[in-house]
Nanobody, 116 residues
Framework: QVQLVESGGGLVQPGGSLRLSCAAS????????MGWYRQVPGKQRELVVV???????NYADSVKGRFTISRDNAKNTVSLQMSSLKPEDTAVYYC??????????WGQGTQVTVSS
């Protein structure tokens, strides 16, 4: 079955950077759409970025120019480099996978807190 394990969350000051990683298993990673979502308590989970296999990433307007997704098909990992972080980026970040012929899945989430 699909397994997604996030790491790299934590506390960072405004303007700082953080890198999230997601280790994936249980599906054909290289053919799958991968991405990141985030959620703040009391609000709906929202898309941060998704990238289909070999496709151009689709970023939320709020993170364009600050966040960058990368994937390593040899290691079955997807990462999110976050720069120029703002307090409003504070959320639980979830790794996302949508394998072909299957259903979307999310990891357990990792907390990112941007605060001075």
């Amino acid at each position: 079955q699909v397994q997604l394990v996030e790491s790299g969350g934590g506390l960072v000051q405004p303007g700082g950077s953080l890198r999230l990683s997601c280790a994936a298993s249980g599906f054909i990673f290289r053919l799958s759409t991968m991405g990141w979502y985030r959620q703040v308590p009391g609000k709906q989970r929202e898309l941060v970025v998704v990238a289909s296999s070999g496709g151009r990433p689709n970023y939320a307007d709020s993170v364009k120019g600050r966040f960058t997704i990368s994937r390593d098909n040899a290691k079955n990992t997807v990462s999110l480099q976050m720069s120029s972080l703002k307090p409003e980026d504070t959320a639980v970040y979830y790794c996302y996978a949508f394998p072909p012929g299957s259903v979307p899945s999310w990891g357990q989430g990792t907390q990112v807190t941007v605060s001075s």
